[in-house]
């Protein structure tokens, strides 16, 4: 009579098989659950990254606009500033003209507002607004053409230090303010009726970017 084989191996040998399928789909749910999370991640960071450079992109754009703007305006309020301080007025066509580039320049603020950060949204003031009151007070015919220095002046720094930010923003070299005015304040308010010595300012336009 031959040996039999007792009814439990079977049913071991089953059971070992069942528990090595179902560690085999645990482990295969595991690494695909992990791979599904490695891949969101890299999904992730390639989208911030996108996201970053379109970001980048723009505020460049926005800078560069304004920059080209503020320094066609200086360049027609330069010319209009010494028409009138030598005693003259301007001109219809300088008329137009200084109106023209002051709503250009006006128009270009609000890219820059919309997506720069608030430490170069605070500087857009001081280089803009002297600007204006200085294009208002050669507009005037009958305005004191003492005060067209200090608007100009004033315009002249807040415009280079927006300037630096700007591109310290970008992450390009920027001109050391600090040092160029050392003795000021790196935010200014632009309602200050602070001036510059005239070591300090210059009465040419600012060079370009």
């Known amino acids: 009579m031959g040996s039999q084989v007792p009814v439990w191996i079977p049913i071991i040998v089953a059971l070992f098989g069942l528990a090595g399928v179902l560690l085999t789909q645990v482990l295969s749910g595991r690494r695909e659950t992990k791979r599904m999370v490695e891949e969101a991640a890299r999904e992730e ?113 807040g415009y280079r230090i927006m300037r630096a930010r700007m591109r310290a923003d970008l992450g390009f070299d920027a001109e050391a303010v600090e040092e160029l005015y050392p003795d000021q304040p790196t935010v200014v308010s632009s309602s200050s009726e602070s001036t510059l010595s005239p070591t300090e300012t210059t009465s040419l336009p600012p060079p370009t970017l």
């Open 45 to 157: 960071r390639r989208w911030q990254r996108e996201r970053e450079a379109r970001t980048h992109e723009t505020r460049a754009e926005a800078y560069a606009q304004l920059m080209g703007v503020l320094e066609a305006f200086d360049g027609v309020l330069f010319q209009a500033r010494a028409v009138r301080e030598a005693g003259d007025q301007l001109d219809e066509h300088q008329v137009t003209e200084l109106r023209e580039v002051r709503s250009e320049a006006q128009h270009a603020l609000g890219p820059v507002v919309l997506h720069a950060p608030e430490a170069v949204r605070k500087l857009v003031s001081d280089a803009t607004l002297p600007r204006m009151r200085l294009a208002a007070g050669l507009l005037d015919s009958d305005g004191d053409t003492t005060k067209l220095r200090q608007a100009w002046d004033a315009g002249q720094r």
